[in-house]
């Protein structure tokens, strides 16, 4: 870790980026399905959908959701007979989750309480350890990473969704001032927050592209790493395997 870590633009110590990305996330945790809704125009619904595919849950196999807060990867994955655990750092965000799945009758998930750079589970436990748009918030995102890689059984998949940075032209730039200009507007008439929202596009920004990340799975101890962009790298579907 360096003495001081990016909280958007900004450079700030370590366990300040902790606390503030806890309040961003307190903050929108009520509103957090509906704005990624009316930011992605419902696109959300699709990536997160052909992420679960990628991933293949098989019925019994072991799942840690990280940063899984409101249950949509979860969700998705019980559906197949996955037995998934939901982590988040943050407890308002697995509230809202919990709540999500008793109004639809899910039962059998676990929700627990995690910092991912800290993982209270053993060693070599999960078959798939899964985090969408999560990791750009970690701290540490080496640790995190490392810490995915304990937890995995000989074997196990790792598979991570998050924004990137689109190469298609003139789509990059549009969307750069659809995202800085109108997300946090959107964000204050939804969510009546405009900051965190605006802090959340500013860590897409900051956060390394394809190339960049998949190094760092790779020095977590990864193997047969892959990225499968999305709308030209706007999302991508990174993934890895421990051996």
């Known amino acids: 870790m360096t003495d001081t870590v990016s909280f958007g633009y900004e450079e700030v110590a370590p366990e300040e980026k902790t606390r503030r990305v806890g309040a961003v996330f307190s903050s929108v945790a009520s509103s957090y399905d509906v704005m990624n ?14 992420f679960v595919r990628r991933i293949k849950p098989q019925p019994h196999e072991v799942i840690l959701d990280m940063a899984g807060g409101t249950g949509d990867i979860a969700f998705r994955m019980a559906e197949r007979g996955a037995e ?53 918030n ?60 605006r802090y959340l596009i500013e860590s897409i920004r900051r956060f390394p592209d394809m190339p960049r990340f998949e190094a760092m799975i790779r020095q977590a101890g990864f193997v047969n790493t892959r990225v499968e962009p999305i709308m030209g790298g706007l999302v991508a579907i990174h993934s890895g395997w421990k051996v």
């Open 37 to 50: 809704d009316a930011m992605s125009g419902g696109m959300h619904r699709l990536w997160k959908d052909r």
């Open 84 to 136: 998934v655990t939901v982590a988040d750092i943050n407890q308002d965000m697995l509230d809202v989750g919990v709540e999500r799945a008793m109004e639809r009758g899910i039962d059998g998930l676990v929700w627990s309480n995690q910092n991912a750079e800290a993982l209270t589970f053993p060693s070599r436990f999960f078959d798939v350890y899964t985090i969408a748009f999560g990791i750009r």
């Open 138 to 197: 970690v701290t540490d995102i080496p640790a995190a990473l490392k810490e995915a890689h304990r937890v995995l059984k000989i074997g196990g998949r790792f598979f991570c969704l998050e924004f990137s940075t689109t190469q298609w032209p003139g789509f990059k730039e549009a969307y750069d001032l659809y995202s800085h200009h109108l997300v946090p507007r959107i964000g204050k008439a939804i969510a009546g927050d405009a900051d965190s929202y």
